[in-house]
């Protein structure tokens, strides 16, 4: 690269392609980082790149990267532009769940930054909204790659955009409006609430939204990004509010292999991806914790989630964290943390030879505060499992075989959200 010779040093290379490279640069004079995209003049692309720097150097907003210069040399031309430190939207929602809170605060942000494109006075249609192009950094999203706005050049007919998230009338060549945006963002939204996690109640409220934006006909659509803000606003000002102080959740099996350890560490990933932090705690001789370690760091459901073995567990020190302590199986002589638990989950079979350790489960934990039995792995509760917990209250637990799809099946997640709703952690 021989552009402005000596006022950049390359870092790195971030990426190459057969027509532009882009670098990781750092301001000689200023010793701050930025990027440089080079164009070779000779790509199809050139010129509409060029149009895309000089659209960005005029847009003045918080969440849009700003242009510091255009330079070139006999064979490129070079955009300097802002560097902002983060991951893209996608690589965020590959490595965890979304909580409710972050789908609210990404989906309301990025409609904003679509609403001042659309209010200029030279209208601009942004057309290629989707993960990738949203980087968050610090909890915010900035939108980057403005290659397939329009109006870019009336006598430019090829249309831009990600076919996963675009609109009809951009796949077919139909006329393209501000309603196109609208489509792309329901798109988005759908693809959150898939990586994300949020109450039963609120993923309905969310999903007639997407229902709304994604209309094949462009007047069946929500008419404006002001509507659609309208609507998410409405529906996160009426969600599910959380106990403010931490709670401490116990679990305990009616007898062995009932999924105890399983339940309990799906159980915090739950909570953990609500935005709340949590630690899961093994109170045990049974190793199981050890056993699912993989699950554990490979799991995004279970991403960033604190654990401590049992040895860690009994030096720890009272923390502002939710705690999830796993006691294995009950027996006879419980310790006096697990009856002074907030809430104690009873984990037991479904099987009609099972009944009995249900019976002696109930008397086993009589003595505890509020207690729970969680009956797994049922899609519905045998009469004789009914009967025998008769004035109790139960959850049946459905069995996912993949644990990547855990907080994906709509059926689990109502489980967990009636259990933290019981627990008191999650208030209606």
């Given amino acids: 690269m021989t552009a402005k010779a000596g006022k950049y040093r390359i870092i790195s290379q971030i990426c190459t392609h057969s027509d532009s490279t882009v670098w990781l640069a750092e301001h000689t004079g200023l010793h701050v980082k930025r990027i440089i995209k080079g164009i070779k003049k000779t790509s199809s692309y050139h010129d509409r790149l060029i149009k895309e720097a000089h659209l960005l150097k005029n847009l003045k907003h918080p969440f849009i990267p700003e242009i ?18 983060g991951k893209s939207l996608r690589s965020l929602c590959e490595t965890r769940l979304l909580s ?27 057309l290629d909204i989707k993960p990738d192009n949203i980087i968050i950094s610090d909890n ?40 196109s945006d609208l489509y792309s963002l329901g798109k988005l939204l759908e693809y959150m609430l898939l990586h994300g996690n949020v109450s039963p109640k609120t993923e309905k409220a969310l999903r007639k939204i997407i229902d709304r934006c994604t209309e094949k006909t462009i007047w069946h659509r929500i008419n404006s990004i002001e509507g659609l803000l309208a609507r998410i606003n409405e529906i996160k000002k009426n969600t599910s509010s959380f106990s403010i102080k931490p709670i401490r959740v116990s679990f305990a099996g009616a007898a062995g292999n009932t999924g105890t350890t399983y339940l309990s560490l799906l159980f915090s990933g739950y909570l953990n991806s609500l935005g709340r932090k949590c630690t899961y705690a093994e109170a045990n001789d049974s190793g199981a914790w050890y056993s699912l370690a993989g699950m554990i760091k490979n799991n995004r459901a279970l991403a960033g989630l604190e654990t401590l073995s049992r040895k860690s567990y009994e030096n720890s020190t009272e923390t502002s964290n939710d705690s999830v302590v796993d006691h294995g199986c009950l027996i006879k ?26 019976v002696k489960a109930k008397a086993l934990s ?12 049922a899609q519905k509760i045998s009469s004789l499992t009914a009967e025998a917990l008769d004035g109790e209250k139960y959850l049946a637990v459905p069995y996912i075989a993949d644990p990547d799809e855990i907080l994906k099946n709509t059926e ?17």
């Avoid at 789908?103 to 942004?126: A, G, K, V, W």
């Avoid at 104690?344 to 009995?356: K, P, R």
């Avoid at 009589?366 to 792995?377: E, G, M, N, Q, Y």
């Fill in 366 to 377: 009589r003595r505890c505060r509020r207690r729970i039995f969680l009956v797994t792995p």
């Fill in 68 to 85: 510091y210069d255009l330079d070139e040399d006999d064979d490129h031309t070079y955009i300097i532009e802002q560097y902002i430190t």
């Fill in 140 to 179: 915010d999203c900035f939108l980057i790659d403005f290659g397939s706005v329009y109006p870019n050049d009336l006598s430019d007919t090829k249309v831009f955009g990600t076919r996963a998230y675009a609109s009809p009338e951009q796949l077919t060549g139909g006329r393209l409006t501000k309603s």
């Fill in 100 to 126: 409710e809170k972050e789908i609210f605060h990404f989906i309301i942000q990025i409609s904003n930054i679509i609403n001042y494109l659309h209010s200029l006075p030279d209208q601009i249609i942004y």
């Fill in 333 to 358: 002589d419980m310790p006096e943390d697990f009856f002074r638990s907030d809430i104690v989950c009873i984990t037991l079979g479904n099987q009609s030879w099972e009944i009995d350790e249900a």
């Fill in 412 to 428: 689990v997640k109502t489980v967990l959200h009636e259990l933290a709703v019981y627990a008191g952690i999650i208030t209606e």
